[in-house]
């Protein structure tokens, strides 16, 4: 019997295979091992817990997706609007904000849990994307292979240019790969998809992380996120008929 540790993969008899030499491929052949959960964690509801808790209960080598929007002073720290605390920036100043280590933290919680050619998708924002998060991946099985912007519709702030986008990094753990593993080419690298932020300040596209998450898993799946925020990504799952299992500090 495979092990949690193995990528378990359907059977494909060879004539199959020598009929399918290109890199796409609309089939997915990488599948999750059962799962088994903790009592304390229940699927497709609003846990409030501690991220890194919630990940230290979790199986190993378990779950092939995940979604990561970690809360960080980056812009803030870099752009002294002279806002924080007042108006639009009294809720997002308010949000428990996340160290650098803390983030390498949920990284390697998350590496943990993912099977072999599992993804996370890291949402960033520009400084972040331009100063670069290889760092923050040391020590880790994961590796960006891919980058998605997201276009908000929306102007945001900027000394210079107004920001209007964030940017959502594809990650994979070894063995990093795309056939047999991701299973939609279709999406594509700039999406446009407006989102109210009423719920919460940093809320995300629902139709898009719905597209990610259906390209990397299949049917009955369970889509992890340790930092749901507004819990757009269980919507998501919800939609494309996958299991959410995930946690706020706030619930």
Known sequence: MPSNVEAVHD????????????VYSANRTLRAPELTLPEA????????????A??????ADTFPVAFLDPQYRGVLEKLAYGNEGR??????????????????????GIDRTLIPSGHLF??????????GILPWLKETDL??????????????????????AEYCLVLQKKPHRAKGVW??????????????????PHAKPVNLQGQLLAAVSNEGD???????????????????????LGCDLNG
């Open 11 to 22: 059977a494909v008899d060879e004539p199959a295979r020598a009929r399918s030499r290109t």
């Open 41 to 52: 964690l229940i699927p497709d509801t609003r846990l409030k817990m501690d991220g890194l």
């Open 54 to 59: 919630f990940l230290s209960m979790l199986p």
């Open 87 to 108: 108006n639009r920036g009294r809720r997002r100043s308010a949000l428990a904000q996340m160290s650098v280590a803390t983030i390498m933290e949920f990284l390697h």
């Open 122 to 131: 890291l949402w960033v924002d520009k400084f972040h994307l331009c100063e």
């Open 143 to 164: 590796a960006i292979v891919d980058l998605v912007t997201w276009d908000k519709g929306t102007f945001g702030m900027g000394y210079r240019t107004r920001r209007r």
């Open 183 to 200: 299973k939609v080419h279709t999406i594509t690298d700039v999406v446009m998809e407006k989102v109210s932020q009423r719920e919460h």
């Open 222 to 244: 369970c889509v992890i996120d340790p930092a749901a925020g507004s819990f757009s990504v269980l919507q998501a799952a919800q939609n494309h008929g996958r299991m959410f």
